[in-house]
C-alpha cells in the first residue's frame, strides 16, 4: 500500500536510536547474504538508477528512510550529504555509474538485478523484506509510510530543514548534514 505521509518526527527519532539502528543493520545484513546466495551480476552501471530513462520508479518505507537518515548524519563529518533531487527522474546517489551510497541505500535497490536469470527470485525476497520492515517499524513506533524515494528525499529534506523545497524544475539541492542539525 503506498502512502505518501511521512513521519517525520518519528524518523528523525529513529534515526538517533543506536538500537533502531543497529537492528537495520543487521536486517541489511541478512538481506544482503540472501541476495548474494543467488550470486546476482550487475552490468548496467546504474542505468536502473535513472529512473525516467529506465521507465521504473524506486519506493522505500519509513525503517529504510529513518535508517538512511541516521546514516548519513554519523557520516556528516566524512562529508555525506542529504541530496534532495529537483524531480523524480533519477537518484542524486549514482554519480559516474556508482552508488555513493551504498551502506544505506533501500531494499529495493540491494534487490533490484535487471539480469533474466535474477527475476524468480525477487519478489519473494522482496516481499519477505517488506513484512521485516514493517516489524521493525511496529518494534519502535514508527509510523508506515511507503512512497517514491525522491519524494521521500525532498520531503524529507523539506520538512528537516522546515523550509520550501527548491522550483522542480531547477538543479538538484545539496542540503548539508550539518546545516540541518543547527536548524532542528
Ligand atoms: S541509492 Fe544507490 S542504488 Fe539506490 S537508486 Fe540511488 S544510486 Fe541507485
Known amino acids: 500500500m503506498i502512502s505518501a505521509d511521512l513521519p517525520v518526527a518519528a524518523i528523525r527519532r529513529c534515526s538517533r536510536d543506536a538500537a533502531f539502528m543497529s537492528e537495520v543493520a543487521a536486517f541489511y545484513e541478512s538481506l544482503d547474504k540472501s541476495v548474494a546466495s543467488h550470486s546476482p551480476v550487475c ?4 542505468a536502473c538508477c535513472k529512473f525516467e530513462s529506465y521507465g ?4 522505500v518505507t519509513s525503517v529504510e528512510l529513518a535508517y538512511f537518515l541516521g546514516q548519513a548524519e554519523s557520516l556528516g563529518k ?10 523524480r527522474s533519477f537518484c542524486p546517489y549514482q554519480q559516474g555509474g556508482s552508488c555513493v551510497t551504498r551502506i544505506q541505500r533501500p531494499v529495493g535497490c540491494r534487490i533490484y538485478f535487471c539480469e533474466d536469470r ?4 525477487q519478489g519473494e525476497l522482496t516481499e519477505s523484506a517488506l513484512g521485516e520492515l514493517a516489524k521493525i517499524g ?4 514508527l509510523q508506515y509510510a511507503y512512497l517514491e524515494w ?5 520531503k524529507l529534506a523539506d520538512r528537516v530543514i522546515d523550509e520550501p523545497i527548491a522550483d522542480p524544475t531547477s538543479a538538484p539541492v545539496t542540503l548539508s548534514i550539518d546545516s540541518l542539525r543547527k536548524r532542528s
Not at 552490468?43 to 546504474?46: A, I, S, V
Open 118 to 121: 535474477s527475476q524468480h527470485w
Open 56 to 59: 521504473h520508479d524506486l519506493f
Open 150 to 154: 525522491t519524494t521521500a528525499l525532498r
Open 43 to 46: 552490468t548496467n552501471r546504474g
Open 78 to 87: 566524512a562529508g555525506q550529504e542529504l541530496l534532495a533531487p529537483a524531480d
Open 138 to 141: 511496529e518494534k519502535f513506533k
